[in-house]
């Protein structure tokens, strides 16, 4: 059974950078047939996929966010990792990682982390 | 972006009651469209894929239909662990967008 663990800090400054990590067990990250993304939920925006990595490595970015995030890998962890720049109170969320099976035509979320909730405040 | 868009955002029904949730997609989206469960405190929980393609482990309570811009959830009888909000997800183009929810509470 896959499983899906954020980790990283809950309150974070504004301007400041965020870094979450997402820790897969029951499986691995480097499977051709899964890749993995990142989606928030806040009570303003609702859901909203951030992005995703491929297991080539290769990366897909939601346009609203692009030039503020990154989604990277450490594959000797089993970890995909989100890093979010230049923060404001409007990043505030629960931030979720989540699996997708490729082998499947529609790109649906399979499997899901708990969430981590992140405070944007000084 | 794709828009999605969902009605009612919430309804009250009773344990037994045919629950029937409507999403629209802003243009066509084929099949391409999920629906998941979410409950309080708990990340959402993939109900249905494809449109009508029911996840491993999900009571065949719930089906899943339509095509296009207009999708449907129903849920034949309503069982207590099935208070909960409702998304529905389209990948037909990216990035893949949620629809706002649609909460079913005790009448």
């Known amino acids: 059974q896959v499983q899906l663990q954020e980790s990283g800090p809950g309150l974070v400054k504004p301007s400041q950078t965020l870094s979450l990590t997402c820790t897969v067990s029951?499986?691995?990250?480097?499977?051709?047939?899964?890749?993995w993304s990142w989606i928030r939920q806040s009570a303003g925006k609702g859901l909203e996929w951030i992005g995703c990595?491929?297991?080539?490595?290769?990366?897909n970015y939601n346009p609203s966010l692009e030039s503020r995030v990154t989604i990277s890998t450490d594959t000797s962890k089993n970890q995909f990792s989100l890093e979010v720049r230049s923060l404001t109170a409007a990043d505030t969320a629960l931030y979720y990682c989540?699996?997708?099976?490729?082998?499947?035509?529609?790109?649906?979320?399979?499997?899901w982390g708990q969430g981590i909730l992140v405070t944007v405040s000084t | 972006d794709i828009q999605m868009t969902q009605s009612p955002s919430s309804l009250s029904a009773s344990v037994g009651d045919r629950v029937t949730i409507t999403c629209r997609a802003s243009?066509?989206?084929?099949?391409?469209l999920s629906w998941y469960q979410q409950k309080p405190g708990t990340a959402p929980k993939l109900l249905i894929y494809?449109?009508?393609s029911l996840e491993s482990g999900v009571p065949s309570r719930f089906s899943g239909s339509g095509s296009g811009t207009d999708f449907t959830l129903t849920i034949t009888s309503l069982q207590p662990e099935d208070f909960a909000t409702y998304y529905c997800?389209?990948?037909?183009?990216?990035?893949?967008?949620f629809g706002p929810g649609t909460t079913v509470d005790v009448k």
């Open positions: 243009q066509s989206i084929s099949r391409y």
């Open positions: 997800q389209q990948s037909y183009k990216n990035p893949p967008t």
């Open positions: 990595i491929f297991p080539s490595g290769n990366t």
């Open positions: 029951g499986g691995s990250i480097n499977n051709n047939d899964y890749y």
């Open positions: 494809a449109a009508y």
């Open positions: 989540a699996r997708t099976n490729i082998l499947r035509a529609t790109r649906s979320f399979d499997y």
